[in-house]
């Protein structure tokens, strides 16, 4: 993890997210939890800011968690949509209204209909805006249309994130402020490039740099998340690519492919 977090903040991320999903949250424990944020908070030692990810689908064993955590040195909480219960848009916004409420951090929502079954809707994410606690949303739809609505009625203080690496520059271009990453675990540098360049308005510049993360995004996610990007950082000797059950570690033949595919396209 140490090699990691020096890894990302040389390579120019403007910030650190902790126990999300690519960080194989559903399947660490509480104890592995505790020694992840603390270990990448020594690690880190307040250079850049933690956005920590709290969620889940029971709203009270979250207050929980929220009580039971050191926030020092943490900046923020993503907390997900809750998934498999299918709440209604009232049930959602009383759940992170609570979640909200009792965080001593701000909080960011995370919206993800394809992992947890239900879209936060604009609505449904506009209500929730107005809770002082509640600062912006990780939007991981892929509807671009909902992000725009979003984008249009938003209080001008609520953050608009990409969730989706090749949605990040059109995201950004709608009034976005950024993207939480898969890839640039990996591949810092130019995805940071990229997307500051979009943030400067260079559109043309990003575009071209996201042609080479778009030829590579397929092989990335073929066998599950985060088995592809693992299998970078082994070849970059930063970690082991295994990955836990029920995700299965990453096939030779993609390793194979992925590793190809980012040399052809100049980004390892």
Partial sequence: LSALINHVSQ????????QGTTGESATTTSDEK?????????SNAYQLPIVYGIGG???????????????????????VAPYYNKPSSRGVKEHFNAIADACPVP???????GRTGIN????????LAEHSNIIGIK???CIIEQCIEIAFHKP???LLISGDDVQAVPIISIGGVGVMSVIANALPNKFSEMIHDALKGDFVSAQKILGHFLAIDSYLYEEGNPVGVKLILEHLDLMESQVRRPLASGSNELK???VNRCKQEKLI
């Fill in 156 to 158: 001008n203080d609520f």
């Fill in 11 to 18: 390579g120019g991320v403007d910030y650190l997210v902790v």
């Fill in 256 to 258: 194979i492919n992925l």
């Fill in 139 to 141: 939007e991981a739809s």
């Fill in 120 to 127: 936060l809707s604009p609505e449904t994410v506009l209500a």
């Fill in 34 to 42: 505790k020694k992840i944020i603390e270990t990448i908070k020594e």
């Fill in 57 to 79: 689908n029971d709203t009270e064993t979250l207050l929980t968690q929220i009580k039971n955590t050191s926030f020092d040195g943490i900046d923020a909480i993503l907390s």
């Fill in 107 to 113: 909080v960011i929502l995370y919206n993800i209909p």
